[in-house]
């Protein structure tokens, strides 16, 4: 599984002109799924994501977690994370998992989140989702599950 995780301020989801999901700081998570992750992964990740310490503590230094802060996160499906660029000028995304698989894990990381006791609003899954949101610092973070090799 991949995620990539930004800082926000604020974050939105939209479906159809309607607002699906909105928070105020927190984290907004893009999550890819990929062929032959499973539910081990889902949670993993989540946990992850939910300790990794990327807020600032009161002394201005990234310290702090989702946990620590009680901050939220807006979880929407992105299966271009998948997207493999290597050839020609057209993503091809054979490596992500097929959709009813997908969605199913999708959601399977943010119950694993919520476990935890995280506030989570989630776009639509499949869905033509308009995002919005404020960046906070910028900061951006990329996760893997299982974590990369390093090089």
Do not use: W
């Not at 989540?46 to 230094?61: C, N, Q, S, T």
């Not at 979880?75 to 660029?85: C, E, G, H, I």
């Not at 639509?124 to 951006?140: C, E, H, K, S």
């Amino acid at each position: 599984m991949k995620a990539l995780l930004q800082r926000v301020r604020e974050a939105s989801v939209t479906v159809e002109g309607r607002t699906v999901g909105a928070i105020g700081p927190g984290l907004l998570v893009l999550l890819g799924v990929g062929k032959g992750d499973g539910e081990a992964e889902a949670v993993a990740l989540a946990d992850r994501i939910a300790g990794l310490r990327i807020f600032e503590d009161p002394a201005g230094k990234m310290n702090l977690s989702l946990l620590d802060t009680h901050r939220a996160a807006l979880v929407v499906s992105q299966f271009t994370l998948y997207a493999d660029t290597r050839k020609g000028r057209r993503p091809s995304f054979v490596d992500a998992a097929p959709p009813d698989e997908a969605r199913r894990l999708y959601g399977k990381a943010c119950d694993a989140l919520r476990a935890l006791g995280i506030r989570v609003e989630e776009g639509v899954f499949a869905a033509d989702m308009q995002v919005a949101l404020v960046n906070d610092g910028p900061v951006t973070i990329s996760l893997e599950q299982p974590p990369a090799p390093r090089r």
